[in-house]
């Protein structure tokens, strides 16, 4: 069979720009069908998770193996070599916490009009990294900066629930994928709470919103449930460097 993503257009035919545009951009859908967890994969299955044909994905994975991007095993499959190994050294070198999880914030905050928080625990406490105040003059206020406690409030249990705490409420926590808090660290604060991964899946933090427990009832944050789940997803894989609708 041809492939016919192989078959030169009117534009492609001269070795034009858009032909190595197009060629570059395959190459790297080559590089992001490994996952976390593929030490090697068969050209059969590179083919199926990058939706190109065996033939190109087997001359591109050869030209990126000319400079160590990827290597080819005895026994036939592919796997991702040293220079693939140095860019994501260089990746989490220079990586900026911040620059990913204020956008996922604001973004969080604008949907739900409430106020958005990212903690990360340190021992027995939970500390605010990053923060997005809500535009409500009426708000839950936290410093960044500012240590609580991890047995109070939803993001602390959260953090707990996904460090491996044993027993409830963590079992239900971990099975739920989120947490609520209604008035348990403050009598008059309401939160609600997603987990937070990063490299390899190794849980980073927790992200929330939080606001009075007047205005934050259980029925309204679980209307917001979506809203944080979503946020977590997002943040996750902008940790771990993976685009959105990647295939796997």
């Known amino acids: 069979?041809?492939?016919?993503?192989?078959?030169?257009?009117?534009?492609?035919?001269?070795?034009?720009?858009?032909?190595?545009?197009?060629?570059?951009?395959?190459?790297?859908?080559?590089?992001?069908?490994?996952?976390?967890?593929?030490?090697?994969?068969?050209?059969?299955?590179?083919?199926?998770?990058?939706?190109?044909?065996?033939?190109?994905?087997?001359?591109?994975?050869?030209?990126?193996?000319?400079?160590?991007?990827?290597?080819?095993?005895?026994?036939?499959?592919?796997?991702?070599?040293?220079?693939?190994?140095?860019?994501?050294?260089?990746?989490?070198?220079?990586?900026?916490?911040?620059?990913?999880?204020?956008?996922?914030?604001?973004?969080?905050?604008?949907?739900?009009?409430?106020?958005?928080?990212?903690?990360?625990?340190?021992?027995?406490?939970?500390?605010?990294?990053?923060?997005?105040?809500?535009?409500?003059?009426?708000r839950h206020h936290v410093r960044v900066g500012a240590a609580l406690p991890l047995e109070l409030g939803s993001p602390g249990r959260v953090l707990l629930a996904f460090s491996g705490e044993p027993g409830e409420p963590y079992e239900s926590v971990r099975r739920a994928g989120y947490m609520m808090s209604l008035g348990e660290r403050d009598p008059e604060v309401s939160s609600i709470s997603a987990p937070v991964y990063g490299i390899n899946w190794s849980l980073v933090g927790a992200i929330c919103i939080s606001g009075p427990l007047s205005r934050l009832t259980e029925e309204v944050l679980l209307g917001h449930k979506e809203h944080i789940l979503s946020a977590a997803s997002r943040l996750s894989r902008a940790m771990v460097g993976v685009r959105q609708g990647q295939p796997r």
Not at 4 to 20: L, N, Q, R
């Open 1 to 138: 069979m041809n492939d016919m993503e192989d078959v030169p257009g009117p534009a492609e035919a001269d070795g034009s720009a858009e032909d190595g545009v197009v060629a570059v951009r395959r190459a790297m859908r080559i590089l992001e069908a490994f996952g976390v967890d593929d030490a090697y994969l068969s050209l059969a299955e590179l083919s199926r998770r990058t939706g190109c044909h065996r033939s190109t994905v087997l001359r591109l994975a050869r030209t990126l193996a000319m400079d160590d991007y990827l290597a080819q095993r005895p026994d036939g499959n592919w796997r991702l070599a040293r220079a693939a190994g140095w860019l994501g050294a260089c990746y989490q070198a220079t990586f900026n916490v911040l620059e990913v999880v204020q956008p996922v914030l604001r973004e969080l905050s604008g949907a739900t009009g409430e106020s958005a928080t990212f903690y990360v625990r340190e021992g027995k406490q939970r500390i605010c990294v990053a923060r997005v105040e809500g535009p409500r003059s009426i």
